[in-house]
């Protein structure tokens, strides 16, 4: 598939010194929603700031619809809508005014229906002429939408958009970014929110301390890094694994009204028919069977916590990871 | 070049100051007439003319320049300062402006206010004491040459600033003095020769000189030298911001 963004070799060191960047490598194709995963502090915004011409890298080649975003960056950034992490916007101005600026600064041409259309997607016509500040935060979130697709992007950016949004604004967000998608818009959101990727997106990036570390399909990457468990409830509880099962890694549960298998759904050869015979040979009688596949979450805590082992902080980021997922 | 974007930027730096009309208008309106009442009507009536001119109206030029320098600044670097300091910045900085886009919509906006300004307390003048206005273009000129200077000025200290002390200190520290000890109220020739020597290296003096002469036919320093200085100063400004952009200097990390 054609690609819509195009990032070679990027690295951003902060004037601390700090590098928040290291040599980033990543396509993004046009028309799909890629979800950029991360823990705190993993260099999520940066990629994106730099991209939208926030900051400036350090060193590497960005490629936007086409046009460098250096050289060509009228064209490049006409193509960008952001809707950046931080609630920020002239709170005094009214719902409308911000909006028509935002069309304006990217040089396009009023456009009455444009702007009352994507208000009204937003739930915001009625409240159009109201100032910023009366709104609610989740509102307010809302608005930043509307100013980024304000001037029609082809790339839209939705830096941690659901972040303190309750759930049902949430469902809706993730409404309007499929619709946008059907629309041809192509979407990259970061999120430290698990299920908002594994809800959304097409694929799956994870970055961490500055480093892409994995991106995949998420169907693929779901099935490749998965594994399935198998709980397997008994007629009989049991106080420990008879010696003949050993070799199957089970473990007990329910106190001991069940024993746990965990597999790799992938292989060829998953031991399951053994398993069920050996079970039936050690006299147990299976009363149910049940089976159930890890989550992206799961995985990702997985990758994250593997790259981060000799540091002290990688179980703090884990921790923050599915602290976020509540 | 992005017309739709310089304008939406303009319009909405206008507006902005649109909300605070009352106090834009309201406080130099009211400072202005405080300076004619007391040094117009009350102690200038007790002074000579100064070059043939009446006192109040001796003061007028000078008085504006005042208020055009503070309120230049103050508008510019605020502008500035604002988006930079709440974080909306950002989508000006991610739209497809030029920098040169960037600062005629910033700066462009300050000073037509203060242009806006200036005139304002021209007419307010008008209501204390009668001037002439010997070369009106001139005037304008220096006018606008002024509150286009001055705003980029106030732009490069927004963009410096990183808190409202340093936003506050350069006009209040360094412009106030300059405006009042660069001929606001006087002519340089009544100070003694020590003082004309040191004065002269006091760019405030130049625009002052300048933009009494548009009025008055007399200045301090001849008219092509006050120029020359207004345009060096715009110059320095200038580069100021251009080395801004070109380094990204506290505007993009
Ligand atoms: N202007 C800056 N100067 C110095 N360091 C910075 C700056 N901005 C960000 N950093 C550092 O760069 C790293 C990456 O920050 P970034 O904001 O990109 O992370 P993130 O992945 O978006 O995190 P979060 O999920 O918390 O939003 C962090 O360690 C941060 O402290
Ligand atoms: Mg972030």
């Known amino acids: 598939m054609e690609s819509v963004i195009s990032v070679k070799g990027l690295n951003k060191t902060y004037a601390s010194g700090f590098q928040a960047l290291k040599h980033i490598d990543l396509t ?19 990629l994106i700031s730099i991209i939208c011409g926030i900051v400036n890298a350090t060193r590497g080649e960005v490629i936007v619809a086409g046009y460098d975003i250096v050289k060509d960056y009228r064209k490049a950034r006409t193509a960008i809508g952001l809707v950046p992490q931080e609630l920020t916007s002239n709170m005094f101005d009214s719902v409308l005014a911000t909006v028509n600026l935002s069309r304006g600064l990217f040089g396009k041409a009023p456009d009455k229906a444009h702007i009352e259309r994507v208000l009204r997607e937003l739930s915001l016509w009625d409240k159009r002429n109201d100032r910023i500040m009366n709104l609610s935060g989740g509102m307010k979130r809302r608005v930043l939408i509307a100013k980024a697709l304000a001037h029609e992007p082809e790339v839209l950016f939705l830096d941690e958009p659901t972040a303190g949004v309750d759930v049902e604004l949430r469902r809706d967000m993730w409404n309007m970014v499929r619709r946008l998608r059907e629309q041809g818009v192509t979407i990259i959101l970061t999120t430290h929110y698990i299920e908002e990727a594994e809800e959304m997106a097409d694929r799956i990036g994870v970055i961490n301390r500055g480093e892409i570390i994995l991106v995949e399909d998420k169907a693929d990457l779901m099935s490749k890094l998965g594994t399935k468990q198998l709980t397997i409830q008994l007629q009989e509880p049991l106080t420990q694994i008879p010696s003949s099962l050993a070799d199957y890694g089970l473990q007990l549960a329910q106190e001991g009204h069940a024993v746990v298998y965990t597999f790799d759904a992938q292989c060829d050869h998953t031991g399951l028919a053994d398993l ?41 980021q884990a921790a923050a990871l599915s602290g976020g997922q509540a | 070049m992005n017309g739709y974007g310089i304008r939406a930027l303009y319009l909405s730096e206008l507006s902005r100051m649109w909300r605070t009309l009352f106090q834009s208008i309201a406080s130099p309106v009211i400072s202005t007439s405080l300076y004619f009442i007391v040094f117009g009507a009350a102690i200038g009536s007790r002074m000579q003319e100064i070059d043939g001119v009446s006192y109040g109206a001796f003061i007028i030029p000078g008085l504006i320049m005042l208020m055009l320098l503070n309120e230049s600044i103050s508008n510019a670097s605020f502008g500035i300062y604002m988006p930079k300091f709440t974080g ?12 040169v886009e960037i600062v005629v919509g910033y700066v462009g906006a300050a000073a037509t206010k203060s242009v806006l300004l200036g005139i304002l307390i021209l007419l307010t003048a008008r209501l204390f004491v009668d001037y002439e206005i ?22 490069i200290i927004g963009v410096w600033a990183d808190g409202f002390e340093k936003l506050q200190i350069v006009p209040m520290m360094i412009v106030t003095p300059l405006a009042f000890l660069g001929g606001s109220f006087y002519s340089i020739n009544m100070l003694p020769p020590m003082w004309q020597t040191i004065t002269l290296f006091n760019p405030v003096v130049y625009l002052i000189s300048g933009f009494r002469w548009s009025f008055y036919g007399v200045a301090d320093v001849h008219i092509g030298v006050s120029l020359g200085m207004t345009l060096v100063f715009l110059t320095i400004c200038l580069a100021i911001v251009w080395i801004i952009f070109r380094t990204g200097y506290k505007l993009k990390p």
Do not use: C
């Open chain 1, 276 to 316: 069920l015979r050996a079970l039936n040979e050690a006299g147990l009688e299976v009363k149910d069977l049940h089976s159930s596949q890890s989550s992206l979450e799961d995985i990702f805590v997985g990758l994250v916590h593997e790259e981060n082992r000799p540091g002290a902080v990688a179980g703090a």
């Open chain 2, 88 to 99: 909306t910045i950002y989508e000006v900085l991610s739209a497809p402006l030029s920098p």
């Open chain 1, 28 to 46: 993004i194709k046009r028309g799909e929603i890629f979800a950029l995963l991360g823990p705190n502090g993993a260099g999520k915004t940066t």
């Open chain 2, 134 to 155: 010997l070369h009106p273009i001139w005037m304008f000129g220096f006018l606008v040459l002024t509150a286009i200077t001055f705003s980029l000025f106030g732009f």
